[in-house]
T-cell receptor, first 110, second 112 residues
Framework: SQQGEEDPQALSIQEGENATMNCSYK?????LQWYRQNSGRGLVHLIL?????REKHSGRLRVTLDTSKKSSSLLITASRAADTASYFC??????????FGSGTRLLVRP | NAGVTQTPKFQVLKTGQSMTLQCAQD?????MYWYRQDPGMGLRLIYY???????DKGEVPNGYNVSRLNKREFSLRLESAAPSQTSVYFC???????????FGQGTRLTVV
């Protein structure tokens, strides 16, 4: 089974609204990353948060990490139609392995 | 600086045929990965290579073999393709300390 599970599986919001997606994982990690995938394309790295960090910001992105609950959230503020994509969390679950979750499909309606 | 390059971009195979997917990175990274992504799903790790000369199984290695030819190249081989291997295959290479992973554009494989 996959290390990370995103929630919700799909999310539809209006442009300008905030989008929040969550990731839960099973084992201890060194860091957790979020990636974005436009339809049919390769993944693009968005942000990395280390296990000793609780929150991180990058532009309109805000990531939180709760290692006690083994969960993370990605918040995209003031969403745009161009944010429409799938978003994945990834964890280094064990030595050298980078394991991805099942993803959240985000649709931002103009 | 091309990053991660995969070939081919598209391939159709008949059941039982074999093929090799090629991946090369020009970032001087130690690690390289092969993933598959089925429609509407996340990425599943097939094999990975932590450094030149080493390879290890990931989550779904059955039906595949890999070769880490040198530091730049990591190939994935399907010895006898099956329809269940129809998928999009991605090669990736993380930076030092397993930070940002750079992805190729994918190979869309159909086995009929």
């Amino acid at each position: 089974s996959q290390q990370g599970e995103e929630d919700p599986q799909a999310l539809s919001i209006q442009e300008g609204e905030n989008a929040t997606m969550n990731c839960s994982y099973k084992t201890s990690i060194n860091n957790l990353q979020w990636y974005r995938q436009n339809s049919g394309r390769g993944l693009v790295h968005l942000i990395l948060i280390r296990s000793n960090e609780r929150e991180k910001h990058s532009g309109r992105l805000r990531v939180t990490l709760d290692t006690s609950k083994k969960s993370s959230s990605l918040l995209i503020t003031a969403s745009r139609a161009a944010d429409t994509a799938s978003y994945f969390c990834a964890t280094d679950a064990s030595s050298y392995k980078l394991i991805f979750g099942s993803g959240t499909r985000l649709l931002v309606r103009p | 600086n091309a990053g991660v390059t995969q070939t081919p971009k598209f391939q159709v195979l008949k059941t039982g045929q074999s093929m090799t997917l090629q991946c090369a990175q020009d970032m001087n990274h130690n690690s390289m990965y092969w993933y598959r992504q089925d429609p509407g799903m996340g990425l599943r790790l097939i094999y990975y290579s932590a450094s030149e000369g080493t390879t290890d199984k990931g989550e779904v290695p059955n039906g595949y073999n890999v070769s880490r030819l040198n530091k730049r190249e990591f190939s994935l081989r399907l010895e006898s393709a099956a329809p269940s291997q129809t998928s999009v295959y991605f090669c990736a290479s993380p930076g030092q300390g397993y930070t940002e992973a750079f992805f190729g554009q994918g190979t869309r494989l159909t086995v009929v």
